[in-house]
């Protein structure tokens, strides 16, 4: 049986991470000209992984961190207290709750969810809101279709855990 912590510091956080494209910009800034830019990046499930060259998982890998750090601008206004829900980073044990809300409505295993969500968690382990990410301790996940392309996102809800 897990024990969660119900103290004011540890209320439950909820981030939203909006699915990541492919650029639709070169780095040097021209348009580019690839097939797939401005597609969906896929979720990172083994199944997935293991079709991809080393390079373009890489990228990926980048991509997905980046996208879950892009939320530190929003935890940094609840740092400076702008926000009265702000509380510091979880450093202890925390259970993982995701909703993903994908493009497609094909089934999708649990664990597939869980297993792809190892660069979110590293991008909010970076944003410092999380102090280590060996702190995660279970989860909990669905897929879910999303409204259209445009709604694609990651939610991650992290609750502390009793130790």
Do not use: Q
């Not at 912590?5 to 780095?27: C, D, G, S």
Request: charged share 20%.
């Amino acid at each position: 049986m897990i024990e969660y912590a119900e103290t004011a510091t540890m209320l439950p956080v909820t981030i939203v991470v909006p699915w990541p494209r492919v650029p639709v910009m070169t780095p040097g800034g021209k348009p580019s000209k690839a097939k797939n830019a401005g597609r969906l990046i896929p979720w990172l499930s083994a199944n997935v992984v293991n079709n991809l060259p080393k390079p373009v998982y890489r990228s990926h890998v980048i991509r997905w961190r980046e996208a879950a750090l892009g939320m530190v601008p929003e935890y940094e206004g609840m740092c400076r207290g702008e926000d009265p829900n702000w509380h510091p980073a979880f450093t202890g044990p925390v259970e993982v709750l995701v909703k993903l809300y994908k493009a497609t409505a094909s089934r999708m295993d649990p664990l597939a969810v869980l297993e792809g969500l190892k660069p979110v968690v590293d991008g909010l382990e970076a944003s410092g809101l999380l102090v280590n990410d060996r702190l995660v301790v279970g989860g909990w996940a669905e897929a879910l279709k999303a409204g259209s392309r445009d709604e694609c996102r990651v939610e991650v809800t992290l609750l502390a855990v009793a130790p």
